[in-house]
């Protein structure tokens, strides 16, 4: 009886190479799997399954995980406001490790002797679904075909053209990744320290002309209206606003950052509502949070982007950070408001109950009801008073 091996599946020039050599030449029974993250239609998900059956897979299985995408990691870049760099919001690395999470899980399901994935060595998606399969099923053996045959792109063309494959074999000009919490753009000005993608290569094109208003609502957090529409899950409402500020080309820029390989790359995206619904998020929190709130949220939630950026999802401290996360979160509701405009967007202002800004504590640089001008005084004198002692210390041992 042949081995079982899972493959992530994409439909692109890897993944169909990586069925037809696992199958014929190695001998497997190749069971396909695509994850949906946010990045594909109906009909782009029944073409990808065609295409697998026709190069010959056992069973091709697609889960969508749009919602479990957001519920096991978006949710939490959010509540961190984490930007990679303070630039990229993740869009690509997240997405990869709740593909992972899914793969290793249908592993299980058909207790499969291997699992197969298409990366290659040169980049952070080798190491994040390794690391994962290594963890969750362990023993399981992880084959990588593009990567251990240090294939080039032609070697793959021929061999699939010699095999009877016949599907698009020309390169784009622009590597693409889409998904819900933003999309990649690499090209030839992403290869080299200089360099900005031109208006033509983003997906997403400018259509709209002129100034748009918006009102985000976030309860505990999350976002679950914009304007008068609500939904019934974050993600739909992430999906809706991006059809809004998408249109204006918000939230384009290019990331230059340290892979886990240890070497630097530089990558395009665009991230239109989760730029939006970042910097509204945070700027609803600056108005309802302590201060120490807010210093110790940006410092975990650094480390939990940079820690999750690497792959490493599976580390405990991560549910621990997330917990912190999700208390942080009690008093984050809200309405946010966001001005809209051709490659720009401004946060207009807030408005909540939990607003810390209230008047009736006083109004900042104008008037206090809370305290006198005596006790400033006092208070100045007392908050300052160590390093006051600190300083007549040091001055005397100066005169000596």
Same mark, same amino acid.
């Given at each position: 009886?042949?081995?079982k091996v899972v493959l992530g599946f994409s439909g692109g020039l890897d993944?169909?190479?990586?069925?037809?050599?696992?199958?014929?030449?190695? $001998?497997?029974?190749?069971?396909?799997?695509?994850?949906?993250?946010?990045?594909?239609?109906?009909?782009?998900?029944?073409?990808?399954?065609?295409?697998?059956?026709?190069?010959?897979?056992?069973?091709?299985?697609?889960? %969508? *995980?749009?919602?479990?995408?957001?519920?096991? @990691?978006?949710? #939490?870049?959010? #509540?961190?406001?984490?930007?990679?760099?303070?630039?990229?919001?993740?869009?690509?690395?997240?997405? =990869?490790?709740?593909?992972?999470?899914?793969?290793?899980?249908?592993?299980?399901?058909?207790? *499969?002797?291997?699992?197969?994935? &298409?990366?290659?060595?040169?980049?952070?998606?080798?190491?994040?679904?390794?690391?994962?399969?290594?963890?969750?099923?362990?023993?399981?053996?992880?084959?990588?075909?593009?990567?251990?045959?240090?294939?080039?792109?032609?070697?793959?063309?021929?061999?699939?053209?010699?095999?009877?494959? %016949?599907?698009?074999?020309?390169? *784009?000009? /622009?590597?693409?990744?889409?998904?819900?919490?933003?999309?990649?753009?690499?090209?030839? !000005?992403?290869?080299?320290?200089?360099?900005?993608?031109?208006?033509? +290569?983003?997906?997403?094109?400018?259509?709209?002309? &002129?100034?748009?208003?918006?009102?985000?609502?976030?309860?505990?957090?999350?976002?679950?209206?914009?304007?008068?529409?609500?939904?019934?899950?974050?993600? !739909? +409402?992430?999906? /809706?606003?991006?059809?809004?500020?998408?249109?204006?080309?918000?939230? =384009?820029?290019?990331?230059?950052?340290?892979?886990?390989?240890?070497?630097?790359?530089?990558?395009g995206f665009e991230a239109a509502a989760p730029m939006v619904i970042l910097?509204?998020?945070? *700027?609803?929190?600056?108005?309802?949070?302590?201060?120490?709130?807010?210093?110790?949220?940006?410092?975990? +939630?650094?480390?939990? $982007? %940079?820690?999750?950026?690497?792959?490493?999802?599976?580390?405990?401290?991560?549910?621990?950070?997330?917990?912190?996360?999700?208390?942080?979160?009690?008093?984050?509701? $809200?309405?946010?408001?966001?001005?809209?405009?051709?490659?720009?967007?401004?946060?207009? &202002?807030?408005?909540?109950?939990?607003?810390?800004?209230?008047?009736?504590? $006083?109004? /900042?640089?104008?008037?206090?009801?809370?305290?006198?001008?005596?006790?400033?005084?006092?208070?100045?004198?007392?908050?300052? %008073?160590?390093?006051? @002692?600190?300083?007549?210390?040091?001055? !005397?041992?100066?005169?000596?």
């Amino acid at each position: 009886m042949a081995k079982k091996v899972v493959l992530g599946f994409s439909g692109g020039l890897d993944t169909t190479f990586c069925v037809k050599y696992l199958g014929e030449d190695q $001998g497997y029974e190749v069971h396909s799997i695509i994850v949906n993250t946010g990045g594909f239609s109906d009909e782009e998900l029944k073409k990808i399954e065609e295409h697998a059956y026709k190069l010959g897979v056992k069973t091709h299985t697609t889960v %969508n *995980a749009i919602e479990g995408y957001y519920d096991r @990691i978006i949710k #939490y870049l959010i #509540y961190g406001n984490v930007l990679k760099n303070n630039t990229y919001p993740l869009s690509v690395s997240a997405e =990869r490790l709740s593909q992972a999470l899914h793969i290793a899980e249908h592993v299980k399901k058909l207790n *499969a002797d291997a699992v197969a994935h &298409g990366s290659t060595g040169a980049g952070n998606d080798q190491v994040r679904f390794d690391m994962v399969f290594h963890i969750l099923i362990p023993g399981v053996e992880i084959i990588t075909p593009i990567r251990d045959l240090k294939l080039s792109r032609e070697a793959e063309i021929e061999y699939l053209k010699g095999k009877g494959v %016949n599907m698009n074999f020309a390169k *784009a000009v /622009y590597s693409i990744n889409k998904g819900l919490w933003g999309t990649s753009v690499g090209g030839k !000005e992403t290869l080299s320290s200089k360099g900005m993608l031109p208006e033509e +290569a983003w997906p997403t094109q400018v259509t709209k002309t &002129g100034s748009e208003e918006v009102t985000l609502r976030f309860e505990k957090g999350e976002l679950k209206k914009v304007n008068d529409k609500e939904f019934a899950h974050p993600s !739909e +409402a992430i999906q /809706y606003l991006q059809t809004i500020a998408g249109a204006y080309g918000v939230g =384009r820029d290019i990331h230059v950052g340290d892979t886990i390989i240890g070497i630097k790359g530089r990558v395009g995206f665009e991230a239109a509502a989760p730029m939006v619904i970042l910097k509204a998020h945070h *700027a609803l929190e600056k108005h309802v949070l302590t201060k120490w709130q807010l210093n110790w949220k940006d410092q975990l +939630a650094q480390f939990y $982007g %940079n820690w999750l950026h690497e792959g490493q999802i599976m580390d405990p401290v991560m549910r621990d950070i997330e917990a912190y996360l999700e208390s942080s979160q009690a008093h984050v509701t $809200g309405d946010v408001f966001v001005h809209l405009q051709p490659y720009r967007f401004q946060i207009i &202002g807030i408005e909540s109950t939990y607003d810390l800004m209230s008047s009736k504590f $006083g109004k /900042y640089g104008e008037m206090n009801t809370g305290f006198t001008g005596e006790d400033v005084r006092g208070f100045s004198k007392i908050f300052g %008073n160590q390093t006051s @002692i600190w300083n007549s210390v040091t001055e !005397e041992n100066k005169k000596k």
